[in-house]
């Protein structure tokens, strides 16, 4: 455990403390979790070995070891946008303004704990203590591009992520209208 880091236990709950935040994270009750102050390291037990509680054990276990990490160096996530004109701008703290082929900007607020900084044009990085929020933040937040066809530059680009399911979602429907289906997902994604 490094040692700028606070932990507090309650009940079924843990706080993490560091130089980065402060994370908590409400545990199951099937998992005991102890922290020793001589040995300064938390300790995660189950109370038997059935497959639940193996399970939540190691779940239990990463996400304290996930928010150790978070609160003391933090997680970063690179994006690229890639397409023809497509860029995005720094408007305000942590509010993005996407040009991604809409007549309009589309202006996307970071969530909270999360940092937004925009280097160049076609550069997004995201930075914050809790891994979820800032390596998810993302995909879960609509950034992504439906292509049509006549931007097929846009998709003849390099794409480091590709939504397959929805680009064959979209190419059933489009074959079920009769419409040549040569639509995709262009995922803002690094």
Not at 32 to 57: F, G, M, T
Not at 107 to 123: I, N, Y
Not at 149 to 166: G, H, L, N
């Amino acid at each position: 455990m490094p040692a700028a880091v606070k932990i507090s236990l309650a009940d079924s709950t843990i706080d993490v403390e560091g130089p980065k935040g402060k994370l908590t994270f409400a545990h199951r009750r099937e998992i005991s979790v102890k922290y020793d102050e001589a040995a300064k390291q938390i300790v995660v037990a189950r109370p038997d070995d059935e497959r639940l509680n193996r399970a939540l054990h190691g779940l239990t276990r990463s996400l304290i070891a996930n928010m150790v990490k978070g609160v003391t160096e933090g997680y970063t996530k690179k994006l690229e946008i890639v397409g023809v004109g497509y860029q995005a701008q720094l408007k305000k703290a942590n509010t993005i303004a996407l040009q991604v082929g809409f007549a309009n900007q589309i202006l996307m607020e970071a969530p909270a704990g999360v940092s937004v900084v925009v280097p160049d044009p076609t550069h997004i990085t995201i930075s914050g203590a809790d891994s979820k929020r800032s390596a998810s933040s993302p995909p879960r937040s609509g950034w992504c591009v439906r292509l049509s066809p006549t931007r097929e530059k846009a998709s003849a680009t390099k794409v480091k992520s590709f939504d397959a399911r929805a680009a064959r979602r979209s190419e059933r429907s489009k074959a079920q209208e009769g419409v040549e289906a040569k639509q995709g997902w262009l995922m803002v994604n690094g």
